[in-house]
């Protein structure tokens, strides 16, 4: 009788973790350019897509526009802490114009691979970490696609500081693939930002990231400012937009998109 009810009991706390886990507010990854620290509910998927993704980058002699459409992550929650991830681009359009002349390259993007793993208060509540180690394969065209595989390691921490501003931070390291395609190089940034909700609907995020590339070619310095908007038009859909200026000459001068991310 006594381990019949001990196990009425364990199956009790099972099926009220479960309960708790799948009550869980629903945390997107975007928008934005930190990496939230919560991680998805056991058993429920995450798709969040940019409806079109524009970068400009302007350089002494010429001029690149970068738009990519469909950009999409999947998160799927695997356990109560884990969250399984896949990314892909499945078309994007590069044009680069200078002195010679314009070249546009079409084509699909690469394929991201990773894992969130949660150390702390999954739901983002308080004081959330994670950690989220991830791959790239070379799938897609030159200039949509890096060429070559790739990998990094990521460290996102939000903090609660009341019940309306948090506040994110997401250092990065990778082995980022050089620009000519072949073979890696060190590359690793920070980035923070504070997220402010206006009201139950909508969240205004304020963010600054730093980064360092040590491609061989040519080492670069890049430091960006960015702000973005969510509105969570119920409590499994969310729609957002976002801008970002490069602030160093290395940087590519603006980046504007907008998606919608829904929880199945």
Known sequence: MRRLLLGVALAGLGVAGSASAQDREYCPDRPGIDTPACTIAPGKISVETSIADWTRDDQPGSREDSILFADTLVRVGVSDTIEARIGWTPFGHDRMRDSTGV?????????????????????????????????????????????????????PVTYELSDTVSLDLTPEIDAAVDQDGSGRHLAYSSTAGLAVKLDKAFTLTGEMQALRDDDPQEHATQAVAALSLAWMANDDLQFDIFGAAGLTADTPDARVYAGISRRF
Not at 117 to 133: C, E, M, Q, R, T
Not at 135 to 145: A, E, K, N, Y
């Open 103 to 155: 070249e546009t390259v079409n084509g699909v993007g690469d394929v991201s691979l990773g894992m969130k793993a949660n150390l702390h208060n999954p739901d983002g509540a308080g004081l959330s970490v994670s950690v989220l180690p991830f791959v790239t394969l070379p799938v897609g065209r030159s200039s949509i696609g890096d060429g070559d595989w790739g990998g990094g390691f990521l460290v």
